[in-house]
T-cell receptor, first 114, second 111 residues
Framework: EAGVAQSPRYKIIEKRQSVAFWCNPI?????LYWYQQILGQGPKLLIQ????????DSQLPKDRFSAERLKGVDSTLKIQPAKLEDSAVYLC????????????FGPGTRLTVL | GQSLEQPSEVTAVEGAIVQINCTYQ??????LSWYQQHDGGAPTFLSY????GLEETGRFSSFLSRSDSYGYLLLQELQMKDSASYFC????????????FGSGTRLQVQP
């Protein structure tokens, strides 16, 4: 079974530039999550999708961050414009709609904002 | 609000047993999970407790006391490859099932 795929793995941009991250969840997983993990901290939920609908985006900085999950499969997270404090690893995870609470994480995208 | 507390670092030797504690204060509680993350890697699921008691999976066990808002991860027969960060995470809502993670415990296993 293929895992959660993310791209790119690394991205370096300057502040005020834009960046987009892509995630392909495990086939059949209805729920998709985007987390931000700052160095030395635990992952922090940014947004949760159930199929193509948003379940929770309460911690998403909506003035600069946006995310979509068209057709209920792949998802894109965008930052525009980026700030220095956005430097972090952006993790995508997916889980089955029912069953245990196991979330399967992708390898992440390490973003550096200069 | 919600908070999870776990030790920032733990050191142990190969073959030993180590316990990583986690206390939580959350507005709701559905279950406690544990994830392992090697440097530069993705978090991977280790165990989950929704009810009080001990869950055992090979060398790893996890315990939960809902009345004490407390849980721990027990790692036995430590191996060098167990050197990683370990996160406890609380699921507060059965509908959303999103996780709130602690800040992690960095475990260093020494020969």
């Amino acid at each position: 079974e293929a895992g959660v795929a993310q791209s790119p793995r690394y991205k370096i941009i300057e502040k005020r530039q834009s960046v987009a991250f892509w995630c392909n969840p495990i086939s059949g997983h209805a729920t998709l999550y985007w987390y931000q993990q700052i160095l030395g901290q635990g992952p922090k939920l940014l947004i949760q999708f159930q199929n193509n609908g948003v379940v929770d985006d309460s911690q998403l900085p909506k003035d600069r961050f946006s995310a979509e999950r068209l057709k209920g499969v792949d998802s894109t997270l965008k930052i525009q414009p980026a700030k220095l404090e956005d430097s972090a690893v952006y993790l995508c995870a997916s889980s089955l709609e029912t069953g245990t609470d196991t979330q399967y994480f992708g390898p992440g995208t390490r973003l550096t904002v200069l | 609000g919600q908070s999870l507390e776990q030790p920032s670092e733990v050191t142990a030797v190969e073959g030993a047993i180590v316990q990583i504690n986690c206390t939580y204060q959350t507005s709701g509680f559905y279950g406690l999970s544990w994830y392992q993350q090697h440097d530069g890697g993705a978090p991977t699921f280790l165990s989950y407790n929704a009810l009080d008691g001990l869950e055992e999976t090979g060398r790893f066990s996890s315990f939960l006391s809902r009345s004490d808002s407390y849980g721990y991860l027990l790692l036995q027969e430590l191996q060098m490859k167990d050197s990683a960060s370990y996160f406890c995470a609380v699921c507060m809502d059965t509908g959303r099932r999103a996780l709130t993670f602690g800040s992690g415990t960095r475990l260093q296993v020494q020969p």
